[in-house]
Nanobody, 124 residues
Framework: QVQLVESGGGLVQAGGSLRLSCAAS????????MGWFRQAPGKERESVAA????????YYADSVKGRFGISRDNAKNTVYLQMNSLKSEDTAVYFC?????????????????WGQGTQVTVSS
């Protein structure tokens, strides 16, 4: 079965950095667009970043543009989210997701597989 397993979350001070990883199994990873979403307490889940199958094109939400970087290693079936200059408003559970279609989609509906999430807490 398909599994997406996130790791790398934790507690960090404002201005710090974290690198999230999402290891995929049970699917042809290189055939899927990958996305990172986040959900803060009391808020709806929102798209953070997305990457195409080859890794040549990316999308970022305005709130993270210039601070976050999404990348993938198809040989390792892994997608990453490098998060720099973290702010308290970045505190959320971060999810990775896989979509077989929907080029760099920001819509949850396009993503058929989801990880369990990893908590990121930024202290001010």
């Amino acid at each position: 079965q398909v599994q997406l397993v996130e790791s790398g979350g934790g507690l960090v001070q404002a201005g710090g950095s974290l690198r999230l990883s999402c290891a995929a199994s049970g699917l042809t990873f290189s055939a899927y667009f990958m996305g990172w979403f986040r959900q803060a307490p009391g808020k709806e889940r929102e798209s953070v970043a997305a990457i195409n199958r080859s890794g040549s094109s990316t999308y970022y939400a305005d709130s993270v543009k210039g601070r976050f970087g999404i990348s993938r290693d198809n040989a390792k079936n892994t997608v990453y989210l490098q998060m720099n200059s973290l702010k308290s408003e970045d505190t959320a559970v971060y999810f990775c997701a896989a979509a077989s279609r929907g080029y760099l989609s920001q819509s949850e509906k396009e993503y058929g597989y989801w990880g369990q999430g990893t908590q990121v807490t930024v202290s001010s």
